[in-house]
T-cell receptor
């Protein structure tokens, strides 16, 4: 499986934007970039995914580098409820393979 | 159902005992996944079902672990002769097959297993 590299932890102030980076230099042409997050004592939750173009949804934005070797999850205004572990995952676009989780980035949000 | 339901939410057992963990996926979701998560780690893949059959069981750590999904909906993860190292949160997820939905796994809250 192609691997991703994320910082272990990040901190943000409430109401400010947060940019969570992910490196995936060995990404293949058929890999989608997925982001999930896990709040304390809960299962992971889907955030967003994309292939080449930047993506926006009600939760976040995903900015994908032109060479696809890195991406950034953007939370436009962090709230205390956004404190979680964020996982960046590559998955083949067949959709028939399991997600392979790394350790993710633990985001702390300060009031 | 509205979400993925896992029971029990907590299970405490003694070393050497047999344990069953149940997962009730979202109605109509044909794909079902089992993961386990130890403290401070990301979820670790165990097994993936497509319908009734195990499409990928490469993550099962040894033959003490077994999972079934006889009717293509509810799944049971079975652990024989439990060991203290089996203590973890066991997570289940489901998704549709095909289309945009296949890219979105919905997870349950997990079953916390403690082996004394």
């Amino acid at each position: 499986d192609a691997k991703t590299t994320q910082p272990n932890s990040m901190e943000s102030n409430e109401e400010e934007p947060v940019h969570l980076p992910c490196n995936h230099s060995t990404i293949s042409g058929t890999d989608y970039i997925h982001w999930y997050r896990q709040l304390p004592s809960q299962g992971p939750e889907y955030v967003i995914h994309g292939l080449t173009s930047n993506v926006n949804n009600r939760m976040a934005s995903l900015a994908i580098a032109e060479d696809r070797k890195s991406s950034t999850l953007i939370l436009h205004r962090a709230t205390l409820r956004d404190a979680a572990v964020y996982y960046c995952i590559l998955r083949d676009n067949s959709g028939n393979t399991p997600l392979v989780f790394g350790k993710g980035t633990r985001l702390s949000v300060i009031a | 159902g509205a979400g993925v339901s896992q029971t029990p939410s907590n299970k405490v057992t003694e070393k050497g005992k047999y344990v069953e963990l149940r997962c009730d996926p979202i109605s109509g979701h044909t794909a079902l996944y089992w993961y386990r998560q130890s403290l401070g780690q990301g979820p670790e893949f165990l097994i993936y079902f497509q319908g009734t059959g195990a499409a990928d069981d490469s993550g099962l750590p040894n033959d003490r672990f077994f999972a079934v999904r006889p009717e293509g909906s509810v799944s049971t993860l079975k652990i024989q002769r439990t060991e203290r190292g089996d203590s973890a949160v066991y997570l289940c997820a489901s998704s549709p097959t095909g289309g945009f939905g296949a890219n979105v796994l919905t997870f349950g809250a997990g079953s916390r297993l403690t082996v004394l």
